[in-house]
């Protein structure tokens, strides 16, 4: 209880010294607006990087096509905030549910046939899913013409902005660390540890990997959904499978099961990505893939754990299992005539 107590505490000055030191920042004009864009863009990535990380880092399911699921959310709610919304805060929280609800539907429909499959097989289904994806984005014009097809789709509304972004990506941390540490979290690291022991010890294991990539699919979908109310512009290209890599690294150099480590590598990761812009300049800007490489290799060889190796930062800690009292024990004392 005292550690809950104390967890709680530390998360609650956590939040609140981070919102005043990005608020002072700004004030200041110490944070550009565009670095502003860039903060708001890293915390849409942890909420993707966080769903993957319950289907790979937890469940063990090699998934390379995140970014589809990625899309088909920013997609939907950008259709929905550009045909109906409007800018309006009520069809803004419709967007985000059905961008999320959507990218859900998808993934269970495309999970119940392909989840059978296991290890590269399955990595190699979800790309091929991803790659239709990305086809069908490029040519959705010719259906649906307000989706913009190869051209990309402009003109959406700005409507979410650093307070409603950080809202979100606050709950999502606490959702999936709750989830995680719950029954169902236990099922997905069994899983992960050991599918047939598991199915042996009578854990339903098509249930649990089936809800695993559903709800991981559902936060992709949710921060595509925050991504097409944050920048005014959305093109195939943001969610075709390289952008699958990028959701991978994030989870892969953070450490499998590691949450702490999936929220830190993707804040520095998106930061990693606009620094090398500055760095490179345009004219080499094509040399940043060369530098991801080079990182994943170097980390790989260094440290094949990942960076946090399965450990978790103060507030992300596992309760403490309290230890049970089995009667007819007499306590430490038994047996020393005390």
């Not at 269970?108 to 590269?120: F, K, M, T, V």
Request: aromatic share 12%; with cysteine.
């Amino acid at each position: 209880m005292k550690q809950k107590y104390n967890q709680t505490l530390l998360l609650i000055a956590a939040v609140v010294i981070f919102y005043a030191l990005v608020k002072t920042l700004i004030y200041f004009g110490v944070l550009s607006s565009y670095w502003q864009l860039v903060l708001d863009q890293s915390m849409i990535v942890t909420i993707g990087a966080l769903g993957l990380s319950i289907i790979y880092g937890f469940t063990g399911q090699f998934s390379l096509g995140h970014a589809a699921f990625y899309g088909i959310g920013a997609y939907t709610a950008g259709a929905i905030g550009k045909t109906i919304g409007h800018g309006d805060i009520l069809w803004f929280i419709i967007a985000l549910i059905a961008g999320s609800l959507a990218a859900a539907l998808v993934a269970l429909l495309i999970g119940l046939p392909i989840l059978r499959l296991r290890s590269d097989y399955l990595g190699i289904a979800t790309l091929g899913f991803g790659i239709i994806v990305k086809v069908g984005m490029d040519n959705a014009n010719k259906v649906i013409p307000v989706l913009g097809g190869a051209t990309g789709m402009s003109g959406l509304p700005r409507v979410a902005n650093f307070e409603i972004i950080f809202l979100f990506f606050l709950a999502a941390i606490l959702l999936v660390r709750n989830l995680i540490y719950s029954k169902y979290g236990r099922a997905f690291t069994s899983i992960r540890e050991d599918e047939i022991a598991a199915d042996a010890m009578g854990i339903d294991t098509t249930r649990y990997k089936t809800m695993a990539f559903v709800l991981g699919c559902a936060l992709a979908g949710l921060a595509g959904s925050l991504y097409a109310h944050r920048y005014p512009f959305l093109h195939p290209a943001s969610f075709d499978f390289l952008k699958s890599f990028d959701f991978l690294l994030i989870v892969v150099l953070g450490g499998l099961g590691s949450l702490s480590g999936t929220i830190v590598t993707a804040i520095g990761w998106a930061f990693l990505l606009e620094g090398l812009r500055f760095v490179l300049g345009e004219q080499f800007i094509d040399f940043r893939g060369v530098i991801y490489a080079l990182i994943l290799v170097v980390t790989i060889l260094m440290r094949p754990q990942g960076l946090f190796n399965g450990k978790e930062l103060l507030f992300m800690k596992p309760p403490r299992l309290k230890t049970p009292v089995i009667k007819g024990e007499e306590g430490p004392h038994a047996g020393l005539g005390n």
